[in-house]
């Protein structure tokens, strides 16, 4: 089946079934109001005639009421507190008399209807008591034929009956065009990716709108003229994914088994859940930030500096890995010497923090300690990152921040790295118009040290 078929039918099939249920829920309500409405009116008429009764009980005033009712679609029956008749407006018939032996239990005085049912009975009916003081006691019943009401229905169901045959016309017509309109693109965008999918990059996807279709259309050239780049610099990019992947995945795969476990609190368990959704989110969108990243000798990358409290900052990623550490049996600690502010973009400020941490966890020895340490050097806020791990060769590090360079290739596949993490972390960190270095001695550990500028903004000390 075409997707042009399948779009049809489940636009067809949910409006059809929006529009049976706004129906079937319209017809309802009118009916029950229409309903209401007579019987309202029949139990004022009733009361009015019940009035007339109090002020002047004569038998000229019963046969004025009985005259007057046959002038109109409803009917009139007085009778006595023993339920013999006073007056009519017509003849009693079966339907009449079933309706005078429903027992009348003291009713108020503003009656109440004795009589609902439209559909099976003859009549709809109310009953008002009436006492002018003098002995004279009753009640008065108002009776209307149901025939009119189903009159009305039936009127009301043909004219609901037209609307839904118009609104099925108009549906389909509306659902054929959609689908011309919607799948005239999406033909061509088809053709596009085809060709994509034998290898041909140089398509040209014409953009038709400014609409989704139009952006889907914009997405498929611009996955065209990026494959056509992707294609020369793969093994690269291949590597890049699967390095800044992995960080967002650690901390997904650490938290939801520390969510497993039977003794922490329903409330650190969200909390955790929380954290994995939004590592989920960030994976999504990974592959978008590393090819800006690959890009950066085009001038395409960009960032968006605010000014931060370092330590406000810093403390929910500390909060964040430490369970994570703390899972594979290592130790995280943070210390902050001050209240500083700086400005960075935090979103990618962060995935330097991780990454440098995930480095660190990745090469730590075990039940080491990771410290995160904050403190100012002059007029520079100064980051240190430093691990109790394996270390790195000195002749080795000149090298570290360069692509695709590792120090031992066989443990690098062991762990998972491509040489590409640090190059990343080098190129955030110059964009923020800072700097990174690294010491390290080989079998000690390593320290990685960030240098940013104090930010003095006047608006940097608000909250």
Same mark, same amino acid.
């Given at each position: ?83 013999? !008749? ?56 108002? &009776? ?46 088809? #053709? ?30 611009? &996955? ?64 978008? #930030?590393?090819? #800006? ?30 369970? !994570? ?7 995280? *600690?943070? !210390? ?29 020895? #075990? ?6 340490? !904050? ?54 960190? *110059? ?33």
């Amino acid at each position: 089946m075409k997707f042009s078929i399948k779009l049809g039918l489940w636009f067809f099939i949910c409006i059809l079934v929006i529009e049976s249920v706004s129906m079937l829920f319209l017809h309802k309500n009118v009916v029950h109001s229409l309903v209401n409405e007579e019987l309202h009116s029949l139990q004022a008429r009733g009361n009015s005639h019940r009035d007339v009764l109090e002020m002047s009980y004569t038998s000229e005033t019963l046969h004025h009421i009985a005259m007057m009712e046959t002038q109109t679609d409803t009917e009139v029956v007085i009778t006595n507190l023993k339920g013999s !008749v006073v007056e009519a407006s017509r003849k009693i018939d079966p339907g009449i008399q079933y309706i005078l032996e429903i027992e009348v239990d003291a009713p108020p005085r503003n009656g109440y209807i004795i009589q609902a049912d439209w559909k099976d009975q003859q009549y709809i009916s109310t009953v008002s008591p009436f006492d002018d003081g003098a002995g004279n006691q009753g009640y008065v019943y108002m &009776l209307k034929s149901n025939d009119h009401i189903q009159a009305f229905i039936a009127k009301l169901n043909h004219h609901f009956l037209i609307a839904i045959v118009l609104i099925l016309v108009f549906l389909l017509v509306t659902i054929i065009f959609l689908l011309k309109v919607l799948t005239s693109p999406l033909v061509s965008m088809k #053709e596009a990716t085809k060709k994509l999918s034998n290898g041909d990059f140089s398509v040209t996807v014409p953009v038709m709108s400014n609409d989704e279709i139009g952006e889907l259309s914009k997405s498929i050239q611009l &996955l065209a003229n990026d494959l056509s780049y992707l294609k020369k610099e793969r093994n690269e990019f291949l590597a890049s994914i699967s390095h800044e992947l992995r960080t967002p995945l650690t901390y997904i795969k650490g938290y939801a088994d520390i969510g497993k476990r039977k003794t922490i609190t329903e409330e650190e368990r969200i909390n955790y859940m929380n954290i994995i959704h939004e590592e989920s989110e960030n994976v999504h969108q990974l592959l978008h #930030e590393l090819f #800006e990243l690959a890009k950066i000798d085009e001038n395409m990358f960009t960032i968006q500096k605010m000014p931060i409290n370092i330590k406000d900052f810093l403390f929910p990623i500390y909060e964040k890995a430490r369970h !994570v550490f703390l899972a594979q049996g290592h130790q995280l *600690e943070l !210390v902050c010497r001050g209240e500083w502010r700086v400005e960075i973009d935090p979103r990618r400020f962060e995935q330097i923090i991780l990454n440098l941490l995930d480095n660190a966890l990745k090469y730590s020895s #075990e039940k080491s300690l990771t410290k995160i340490d !904050v403190y100012k050097e002059n007029q520079e806020i100064l980051i240190a990152i430093s691990d109790q791990g394996q270390g790195i060769p000195s002749e080795d590090l000149p090298y570290v921040f360069n692509r695709l360079f590792r120090v031992d290739k066989s443990r690098s596949r062991l762990t998972g790295g491509f040489g590409l993490g640090l190059a990343i972390v080098k190129e955030i960190v *110059e964009a923020h118009s800072a700097r990174i270095s690294v010491d390290s001695e080989f079998g000690e550990g390593t320290c990685f040290t960030i240098r940013l500028k104090e930010s003095f903004h006047e608006d940097s000390f608000t909250h």
